[in-house]
C-alpha cells in the first residue's frame, strides 16, 4: 500500500470551531439536518468531556500504526487526530506516547475507528479520546497509508480541516465550509430548546406546545378510559 502525506490542507476557522464547541454533538447534529454523525459504537474512554477541533485524517493499514506516527509532524494547535483503517482492525492503535506528543502540540483528542489503549493514562492526563475499541494488543509499523486526505467513517465523509465534535454522546463532523452557519444555526436551536425549556418547567406539555394532539387524531390513536379498554380487551 503506498499512500501521501499532504501538507497545509485547508481548515475552518479556529473561531468557528470554537463556537461549535458550545454546543453539544445531539444539537450539532440536528442543525446539519441529522448528518454528520458517526455510529454509536465509536465511545468516549471518559465522561463529562466535550472538545471541537479541525481534522489531522490517517488512513492506515489494520494492525500498523506507522501513519499515525507521520501524522503526529502534521498536527497542530486546534486539530483532533482522526484515524481509521482500511479493514476492520480493533487493535490498539493509539495509546500515552501518542497523546504525550499530541497534547505538546495542541491537539484536542483522537477518534480512532479502531482500538486504543492506555485508556487510564489518557484520562488521567486529560487527553480527550474516542473509540470503536479498547484493546491492549499492539501494532507494527510496516505499511504506507495516508495522512490528510478524505476518508470515510461509518459512511461519513471526512476531509483534512472539518470540524470535528466529541462529547459524550458521540462524535459529529462539520464540513469546514459549513462551520460558521451550522455554529449560528445551533445557537437558533439552543435559543429555541430554552423556551421550551421554560414552557414545561411551567407545567405546558409536549403534546400541546409541538401540536401533537393532531398528529395522534390523524393516525387514529384514541384515548379510552381503563374500564373501556378493559372491557373490549376481555
Not at 481534522?55 to 486539530?79: F, K, R, Y
Not at 487510564?120 to 490528510?148: C, H, I, Y
Not at 403534546?207 to 384515548?223: A, F
Request: net charge negative; with cysteine; hydrophobic share 40%.
Amino acid at each position: 500500500m503506498s499512500g501521501v502525506i499532504v501538507t497545509n490542507p485547508p481548515k475552518a476557522e479556529l473561531k468557528d470551531v470554537d463556537a461549535l464547541a458550545g454546543f453539544g454533538v445531539a444539537t450539532v447534529g440536528e442543525a446539519l439536518g441529522r448528518t454528520g454523525l458517526l455510529s454509536p459504537e465509536i465511545r468516549p474512554i471518559q465522561q463529562g468531556v466535550r472538545v471541537a477541533g479541525t481534522a489531522v485524517t490517517v488512513l492506515s493499514w489494520p494492525g500498523d500504526n506507522l501513519m499515525i506516527h507521520a501524522a503526529v509532524e502534521q498536527c497542530g494547535e486546534g486539530d483532533i487526530l482522526v484515524v481509521t483503517t482500511t479493514s476492520p482492525s480493533t487493535d490498539g492503535m493509539f495509546g500515552e506516547l501518542f497523546a504525550t506528543a499530541l497534547q505538546r502540540r495542541g491537539v484536542r483528542g483522537v477518534i480512532t475507528n479502531a482500538g486504543i489503549r492506555d485508556t487510564q493514562e489518557l484520562r488521567d492526563m486529560g487527553f480527550a479520546a474516542w473509540a470503536r475499541a479498547v484493546s491492549s494488543q499492539g501494532t507494527v509499523k510496516a505499511t504506507g497509508g495516508s495522512v490528510n486526505v478524505p476518508i470515510a467513517i461509518d459512511g461519513q465523509v471526512i476531509r483534512p480541516g472539518d470540524v470535528i465534535l466529541a462529547d459524550d454522546d458521540g462524535v459529529v463532523v462539520v464540513p469546514r465550509e459549513r462551520a460558521r452557519a451550522t455554529a449560528q444555526a445551533s445557537e437558533a436551536r439552543e435559543a429555541k430548546e430554552a423556551r421550551s425549556r421554560a414552557a414545561f418547567l411551567d407545567g405546558e406539555l409536549g403534546l400541546d406546545r409541538y401540536g401533537l394532539r393532531e398528529t395522534l387524531k390523524r393516525l387514529r390513536v384514541e384515548y379510552k378510559t381503563y374500564d373501556t379498554y378493559a372491557g373490549e380487551s376481555s
